[in-house]
């Protein structure tokens, strides 16, 4: 999704805000641009594409100076142009803007500056009208800080804005609501931007500025102002991840590489919730077993991935807990008016922390009074700020637009916290307790061992890699990581794939299986085997070709299946973890045979901080 960095100070802001960009990119966007601020006069350059284009773009231009600001644009209300691309600038170009986030008033207020103000609009967004407002209040005050304050009073919707004024050269002026902003501490320098990624090659200091407050850049001094225009003392946020941790090691694409930190990711999340006894310790987390006697309903809810993570994180808090989980997508659940009430534990699922949609049912589960509990990748993230309690995944910055180590470091929390609750509250037996953080701790070991036959998984994309379709079937918390495998393929190699209950096949969906139909059939649970067997059989009859994913031991699978992919020994409860990698592999691989751009797939965007 959009992406903005400011920069201020003796460098060369240009280079500085490109680089910051291109540290972005891994959000997705379809066009970027730089305004730099130089001698009285604003220099803007932008274009559709590739950064690499805007680079090639202003090389040869006289585009030199020490403030300035940049954008890489995710086309939201207009097309991907050089006209809609940021920054945007007022009338007599005295004022740049760049903007992540949604102006919902945006149609009434290009109204009112054309009938009050005579503005002439040169682009289909809702952003310009910003610089526009900017604009106006800037002729009236005289101060980018007062002008900004006065659009703000008048804008609706969500936004991370970044200003600069062409008469006011030692300063960036910036405001956010909904939508994420950093401030960068730097020496004799300081920064702007809408994510860590950006800034971390230049600073490891950073102000994390609030919902409704507005902040002032200058070259040794960031002020950061309430909604109240009081200033705020903020403590300084010091982040542990290195810029390595965001570089591709050897690997062609990030998807990949962090396919392969998955064993470290959960490695590194169960260490930190497991004590020299190896029992589950929550510290930081202000769960009593009071409170969780007083919970009668767990809401898990989150969006795409995430919300996978959730289908298999139902299976396991009602498995081990015994508290009745309901699963939703935050779209759906923050519009549908949800039965929660103060005995309501509302867990929300996010790697970015960012989503938009699963910041909003967060903010309405709050308000009717559920205890918020989050599993969140990044820290200090706005969803981690608004949780009473927040749960980290270590899965380490994720990159790539296809989520895979955050989701598994997703599932390992989901079963921590299950079995936490159910070892709490006395209903889950202390030798059943133990025997499941043991496979847990076991995962990390038996990924690593089967990530290192990729070769095969390979060669079975070489074979599948021109199919125009796939099936996903499982059932019990094979159907979660059904759905979490398709997601996987479609997004990434455009395959029309989708993911289904495999007893519900019968009821609809069995009459699209035709001759050569593509089928991945998840049968990890010893329960449910022979369930799995007789779909096999069902979507066989029918010509499909179906690749078995199953344990070691299951080797019946191989009498019905077309092709088998064992995952080594484990615990039902604990499949997931490990039957999740063939289909990551599946997918990366295919992808990458049929020439996709895996890391940023089209339309897609690694952070959705719009509706
Ligand atoms: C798919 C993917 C997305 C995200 C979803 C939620 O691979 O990554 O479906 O899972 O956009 O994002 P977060 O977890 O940041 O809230």
Not at 158 to 171: L, Q, S
Not at 211 to 240: A, P, S
Not at 436 to 441: A, C, H, V
Not at 520 to 542: C, P
Request: hydrophobic share 40%.
């Amino acid at each position: 999704m959009c992406g903005i960095v400011g920069y201020i100070g003796d460098g060369n802001a240009r280079k500085i805000i490109l680089d910051g960009l291109k540290r972005l990119e891994y959000r997705g966007y379809d066009s970027s641009g730089v305004a730099i601020v130089k001698n009285g006069r604003i220099v803007v350059e932008k274009t559709v594409g590739r950064i690499a284009n805007l680079e090639e773009k202003i090389i040869s231009l006289p585009f030199d100076g020490n403030v300035g600001i940049g954008h890489t644009r995710w086309a939201t209300h207009g097309a991907p142009s050089d006209a809609n691309a940021h920054p945007h600038m007022n009338g007599d170009g005295s004022i740049a803007v760049v903007h992540n986030g949604i102006i919902e008033n945006y149609v009434e207020l290009q109204e009112w500056l054309r009938e009050k103000h005579g503005v002439v609009f040169k682009s289909e967004t809702d952003s310009e009208v910003i610089a526009h407002l900017i604009g106006v209040f800037y002729k009236d005050k005289g101060s980018l800080l007062e002008a900004v304050y006065q659009a703000v009073s008048m804008m609706r919707g969500a936004y991370a804005v970044c200003a600069v004024a062409a008469a006011e050269p030692d300063k960036i002026v910036a405001v956010r609501k909904d939508t994420p902003l950093i401030a960068g501490i730097g020496e004799d320098c300081n920064f702007l931007a809408s994510d860590i990624p950006a800034l971390l090659k230049y600073v490891k200091k950073i102000y994390l500025i609030e919902n409704n407050e507005t902040v002032m850049v200058e070259k040794n001094r960031i002020t950061i102002f309430d909604e109240g225009r009081k200033r705020v003392r903020r403590d300084v946020f010091n982040v542990t991840w290195n810029a390595d941790a965001a570089e591709k090691d050897g690997y062609d694409h990030f998807m990949h590489k962090e396919i392969h930190e998955q064993p470290k990711g959960i490695f590194e999340t169960l260490r930190r919730r497991l004590d020299e006894n190896g029992l589950i310790c929550l510290d930081g987390i202000s769960l009593t077993k009071e409170d969780l006697f007083g919970i009668n309903k767990i809401y898990l809810v989150a969006c795409g991935t995430a919300y996978h993570a959730g289908l298999v994180g139902k299976y396991a808090i009602e498995k081990f807990a015994g508290i009745p989980v309901e699963t939703d997508i935050a779209s759906e659940f923050r519009y549908r008016d949800p039965f929660v009430d103060d005995r309501t534990l509302f867990i929300c699922v996010s790697q970015s922390g960012e989503t938009l949609d699963t910041m909003a049912a967060l903010r309405e589960a709050k308000r009717k009074g559920a205890r918020i509990l989050s599993v969140v990748n990044v820290v200090g993230s706005s969803i981690a700020r608004e949780s009473d309690d927040v749960f980290y995944t270590w899965a380490g910055p994720e990159i790539a637009v296809a989520s895979t180590k955050a989701y598994t470091t997703q599932l390992v929390c989901m079963y921590l916290l299950a079995l936490y609750m159910g070892y709490t509250k006395g209903v889950l037996p202390e030798g059943e307790y133990r025997r499941i953080i043991e496979e847990l701790r076991e995962t990390p070991e038996k990924l690593e061992k089967f990530l290192e036959n990729e070769g095969s998984i390979l060669k079975l994309a070489k074979k599948l890699y021109k199919k125009e379709q796939a099936f996903f079937i499982g059932r019990g918390p094979d159907c979660g990581v059904s759905y979490e495998g398709s997601l996987k393929l479609k997004e990434i190699s455009y395959i029309n794939s989708f993911a289904i209950a495999a007893g519900e096949l019968k009821h609809g969906t069995i009459a699209l299986i035709e001759e050569g139909s593509l089928v991945v059939a998840l049968a990890t649970q010893d329960r449910l085997f022979k369930k799995m067997l007789s779909n096999i059989q069902e979507v066989k009859a029918r010509g499909a070709y179906v690749i078995g994913i199953a344990k070691e031991s299951n080797h019946e699978i191989e009498q019905h299946a077309d092709y088998v992919i064992y995952i080594p020994e484990t615990a039902d409860e604990v499949t997931p973890l490990l039957a999740v990698a063939p289909l990551q592999l599946l997918a990366y691989h295919i992808a990458k045979l049929r020439g996709c751009d895996i890391d940023k797939p089209k339309n897609l965007a690694k952070s959705v901080t719009v509706e």
